[in-house]
Each structure stands twice: as C-alpha cells, then as structure tokens.
C-alpha cells in the first residue's frame, strides 16, 4: 500500500526471523508491541506498519532500534485483529482487503496510543515512522496532528485529500527510484507541491537504484550491495527524528 489510488503489489521481500526485544500490550481495544529505551525517556515513536501487519519480526525490527536510540517504540496493530495481508493472497483481492483497513481511518486508535504514550510511558515529545501502508498513514497523521513533533513516511502517499501538501508537522519522505507502485512523477508533484503549500519543514529523498520496501524489507546481511543506502536511510530516518524531538 503506497498510496490510496493504486493497489500495491508489495513483495514480503526478506522476511526476518527477528524475535524481538519488546513486549505485546493491550492498549485499550488494540494491541501493540512496545519496546523500550535501556534509559528513562520522555521521547517516543509510534511506528506504523505496512500491509503484512503488526506481527511482521521486520517492523518489530525497526521499534527496537528506535528503542536503542532513546525512544519508546510502539507499534499497534491497525487493523485492529483483522487478518493482515500475505504474499500467498491473490492481489486481485487486495483493494476488497483493504476496504475496511484505511490508513487514513485510524484517529481511535491513534487516539488510544497517544494517551498510552503520555499517561503510562511519560511521553511528552512523540513522532510517528510509517512503512508503506503505514507511510500513508504517517502522511496523513502530519496533516491532522500538530501535536506530533515529527513524521518520518517511508514509501508512502496520501493521494485522496484536498489538504495532502498542508503538513502540521515536520516530515521526511523516503521514496526508492525503482519503486512501480510509486513512480518518480508522483514523487516529484508532491515535493514541487510541497514546496509550494508546506508551511513546515519537510524533505523528500529519493534512494537511487533501490525497490520498495528497501529500509526495512531488505536485509542488509544477505544485501550487502545494498547496504549502504539501507543504512543511510535509516540514519536520515533517526537524523529527523532527533532533530525535532
């Protein structure tokens, strides 16, 4: 899911066997993978997953290095128990799948994770990083909350609102040159629009020679070609969020 107007045939690519440092949590009527900094911290991330759900050892991947960077990291689960794609699924089902999955439907459990954050972890600066679905997601939110410090979407485009270039929040946007779901035409309207519209400070970075899904799909253990930009993203990702939280 790259964008609300194009079903996106994602590959799982390297699934990992990750297992996890964190802790499942209930957050009112959702769950959550929660993991924390080794340090007291009043900064925290909630990290958005992508179609293959909150479960994906991937994203939980991506928490516990936020984690280890002075974070408390949560990833609910937005589709709130509903099954989560799988690669075996037919795609010509993906668009009746995703009907009542929404990225941009998801201010109740946003809601529920915001007060978890303040009232239970001591959160008083929170950012949001989205994969994919969870880029949309992370989009969105930038438009809706100026509460949120900062937004970091990866992969992913509000495509269906009027409002989509008048960011509340700063935000980084990560995009692959090899990505067909999101072609490089859609990348250059939104930064040209955004630099029109966008009052707050926002970046849009495109990784040459990489393929959707590469910050966090990829290992870069058995990429090792690809590694260097893997990493540069992640540490772009990490830049941003420190810079304004």
């Given amino acids: 899911m790259a964008n609300e107007a194009k079903p996106c ?16 949590v209930q957050i009112e009527h959702i769950k959550a993978y929660v993991s924390k900094p080794s340090a ?20 939980r991947y991506m928490a516990d290095m936020l984690a280890a960077n002075g974070y ?4 609910p689960d937005f589709f709130v128990g509903k099954e989560a794609w799988s690669p075996t ?30 009232q239970q972890c001591g ?14 997601a992370t989009h969105y939110l930038a438009l809706q909350y100026p509460e949120l410090k900062a937004g970091v979407s990866v992969y ?7 409002d989509r270039y008048e960011l509340k929040s700063p935000t980084l946007f990560i995009f692959a040159e090899n990505d067909h779901v999101i072609p490089l035409d859609q990348v250059s309207a939104l930064e040209a629009n ?9 970046q849009v970075k495109t990784f040459p020679g990489q393929s ?6 990829k290992r870069e253990d058995i990429n090792p070609a690809d590694k260097p930009q893997i990493q540069e993203a992640r540490t772009d990702m990490l830049s941003w969020l420190n810079k304004y939280m």
């Fill in 89 to 118: 699924k037919d795609w010509s089902n993906f668009q009746q799948w995703l009907e009542d999955k929404k990225p941009t439907n998801i201010n109740k459990e946003v809601g529920a994770v915001l007060k978890f954050l303040k």
């Fill in 72 to 75: 408390t990291a949560v990833c």
């Fill in 40 to 59: 007291a911290s009043d900064k925290a991330v909630v990290v958005i997953h992508d179609i293959f759900g909150w479960e994906l050892p991937n994203t």
């Fill in 194 to 202: 955004l630099k029109e519209k966008c009052t707050v400070d926002f």
């Fill in 123 to 136: 959160a008083k600066c929170i950012g949001t990083v989205g994969f994919c679905w969870g880029g949309v």
């Fill in 156 to 162: 992913g485009i509000v495509r269906e609102r009027e």
């Fill in 9 to 24: 045939p994602c590959d799982i690519g390297d699934r990992s066997d990750y297992g996890g440092l964190g802790q499942e």
């Fill in 212 to 217: 959707h899904g590469f910050v966090h799909r």
